[in-house]
C-alpha cells in the first residue's frame, strides 16, 4: 500500500499542526493504522495508533492529552492533530499499516 503524509512544518512551542496520511489501498478501512516518529540521533517510535473502525486509540505516554488519532475511512485518510507542541516533539512523522511505511513528514518545533 502507497502512504503519502503532508502536513508537517514548523511552529512555536504550544502551537498545533495536523498530520494527515492518504492510503492507495481501496482496503484501507479493514487495518489499524498509526503514526511513528524518528528524532535525529534516535529510534523510531509508536506515537499513536488506531483500530480500523476508529473505535479504539492508543498513545506514547509523553502525548497524551496533546495529540488525538482519528481516521475517515471514506477518505482513506488518518489524522494527527497535535496541540501544545514541545521541542521534543521535532521529528520525522510517519504514517504506518501492514508492514508499509509513508515517506514521512517533518515537524519542527521552535522558538
Known amino acids: 500500500v502507497q502512504l503519502v503524509e503532508s502536513g508537517g512544518g514548523t511552529v512555536q512551542p504550544g502551537g498545533s499542526l495536523r498530520l494527515s496520511c492518504v492510503a492507495s489501498?481501496?482496503?484501507?478501512?479493514?487495518?489499524?493504522m498509526s503514526w511513528f516518529r524518528q528524532a535525529p540521533g534516535k529510534a523510531r517510535e509508536s506515537v499513536a495508533a488506531i483500530t480500523s473502525d476508529g473505535g479504539r486509540t492508543n498513545y506514547l505516554d509523553s502525548v497524551k492529552g496533546r495529540f488525538t488519532i482519528s481516521r475517515d475511512n471514506s477518505k482513506k485518510t488518518v489524522y494527527l492533530q497535535m496541540n501544545n507542541l514541545k521541542p521534543d516533539d521535532t521529528a520525522v512523522y510517519y504514517c504506518?499499516?501492514?508492514?508499509?511505511w509513508g515517506q514521512g513528514t517533518q515537524v519542527t518545533v521552535s522558538i
Open positions: 489501498d481501496f482496503t484501507f478501512s479493514s487495518y489499524p
Open positions: 504506518y499499516s501492514r508492514g508499509d
